[in-house]
């Protein structure tokens, strides 16, 4: 079955304290992604890319990284999590390397920083 | 900086009543402007791709429409499956980011 998975679904943490949310997929693709959704604000994109070593800044990187060692996994690190990192984090993947908008998401990761 | 702007916030339909989503966008040079569909508890599902004005796409009860400035997604006959967040977004030509409108939440009543 064709998938995106994301762990954990569910995080509690405390300021500070490091985290690392993974995300793999099974289909092959180039091109993956990280959002963050937060209510009235919709999806926002943290970081993207286009395939293994290439990673490129969306609209909202700060506090995050990012690292695509091989092409199928594509983790988002937070090195010192706050509170306004708060958030649902999708991970999402593209078989096409020219239009990436047709993605293929995660079930997502609600994160909670106390 | 591209922008996406969505309306309504929300729509409550009876079942079998047509009505239609907007999605207004400003963004240089279009690559392709998608919609999807979000579940509560889900991610997106990818519906659809437009990437010229006057191009539709057509999926059962829903057809997307776009013109040079703004998208719709009329829902014909809705059923109340059809309940769920329609996302918009866009992709410029500038780069590979990928811009999200706020979304319109649909409900639909038996």
């Known amino acids: 079955e064709a998938q995106v998975t994301q762990n954990p679904r569910y995080l509690i943490t405390v300021t500070g304290k490091k985290l690392t949310v993974t995300c793999s997929q099974n289909?092959?693709?180039?091109?993956m992604s990280w959002y963050r959704q937060d209510p009235g604000l919709g999806l926002r994109q943290i970081y993207y890319?286009?395939?293994?070593?290439?990673?490129d800044k969306g609209d909202v990187p700060e506090g995050y990284k990012v690292s695509r060692k091989e092409k199928r996994n594509f983790p988002l690190i937070l090195e010192s999590p706050s509170p306004n990192q708060t958030s649902l984090y999708f991970c999402?993947?593209?078989?096409?390397?020219?239009?990436?908008?047709?993605?293929?998401f995660g079930e997502g990761s609600r994160l909670t920083v106390l | 900086e591209d922008q996406v702007t969505q309306s309504p916030e929300a729509l409550r339909l009876q079942e079998g009543e047509s009505s239609s989503l907007n999605c207004s966008y400003t963004?240089?040079?279009?690559?392709?402007l998608f919609w999807y569909r979000q579940d509560p508890g889900k991610g997106p599902e990818f519906l659809f791709t437009?990437?010229?004005a006057g191009e539709e796409k057509e999926k059962e009860r829903l057809k997307a429409t776009l013109t040079k400035k703004e998208s719709f997604l009329h829902i014909t006959a809705p059923k109340p499956e059809d309940s769920a967040t329609y996302l918009c977004?866009?992709?410029?030509?500038?780069?590979?980011?990928?811009?999200f409108g706020a979304g319109t939440t649909v409900t639909v009543r038996a």
């Open positions: 963004v240089s040079g279009l690559r392709g």
């Open positions: 437009l990437y010229s």
């Open positions: 890319s286009m395939n293994v070593e290439v990673t």
């Open positions: 999402a993947s593209s078989a096409s390397s020219g239009i990436t908008g047709e993605l293929f």
């Open positions: 289909m092959n693709h180039e091109y």
């Open positions: 977004a866009v992709q410029g030509v500038a780069d590979y980011k990928l811009s």
